[in-house]
């Protein structure tokens, strides 16, 4: 996943694959002339034979500070900030947010509860807790809050992510809100709407 959006990727043979690291899946003919990035990532369990799962999408991951944060630990770490507080989410999404003078960076993420959790503050604690959990490199950025700040919880009037979609026409079920994103285009559209 690193090497995503380089502007010569490095492509990998099986043999060269590690276990339990996200990889983008690329097709290829035979001899390599023509090759397409499917957009799903993988992560091998097993070598030998080789065994793998779907961990994501190669759009949605937040990388804007090197944390490498993919959908498989926002989903891990949101499930335990909800049963942490007693939360349900309808609807979220997540970016970044840039450092600037004064401030540093951190991941602002918009969240459309079904539930209320009993109390903001701890379920976004969990849910930097967890992220550092399941994530090394964001553990590493959050180690003193040298790099990133807690994450920034925005929660979101009821029907927001509705009304977004609707506005970008988008609704119906081969839409789906994009869950992360490496940039604020996303974030800043969700905020203007959330009044």
Sequence with gaps: MGEVGKAHPKALTL??????KDYAIIIST??????YMIGDTVRFTHRYPFKFIIS????????????EVIIDNATKALDAACAATGAVIKEF?????????????AHQWIIEFEK???????????????????????EAKRYKGITLDPPDLVVAREGLFFDWMKSRNKLGGQNKVPRLSNNRDYLDDLLKMNK
Excluded: C
């Excluded at 994501?56 to 944390?67: P, Q, S, V």
């Excluded at 997540?94 to 003078?101: F, H």
């Design 116 to 138: 209320a959790p009993d109390s903001t503050e701890k379920f976004r604690d969990t849910l930097d807790q967890g992220l550092q959990d399941v994530n090394s490199d964001y």
């Design 15 to 20: 043999d060269e694959v590690e276990l339990n």
């Design 30 to 35: 035979n001899g390599g002339l023509w090759r």
């Design 56 to 67: 994501g999408r190669t759009k949605h991951f937040i990388n804007a500070f090197g944390e």
């Design 93 to 105: 999404t997540a970016g970044p947010l840039y450092m600037s003078t004064g401030s540093k960076g």
